[in-house]
């Protein structure tokens, strides 16, 4: 069994594989909607390497952190655009 770590995603507590990319994490947990592009497209992983930057979310309040970059750890305040 894996071990797992608790974020705050969008103020709820979640579990999420410790370890495992952000990006991975969050489309395991259904969240499909990362950000909204300027003309108002809902936008999420795309390349899954840091490439495209469609992952763009906000982490512990620095907005723009590329979640397939991201390993998950306890204790993550992240933000989405996906309520």
Do not use: Y
């Amino acid at each position: 069994m894996s071990e797992t770590v608790r974020i705050l995603l969008n103020g709820a507590e979640r579990e999420v594989p410790a370890g495992a990319s952000l990006a991975a994490a969050l489309l395991g947990l259904g969240v499909t909607r990362f950000r909204t592009s300027v003309l108002g497209e809902p936008r999420g992983p795309l390349c899954g390497m840091g490439v495209c930057q469609e992952c763009r979310v906000t982490v512990d309040g620095r907005a723009g952190v590329r979640a397939c970059l991201l390993p998950c750890r306890e204790g993550l305040h992240v933000e989405t655009d996906q309520p």
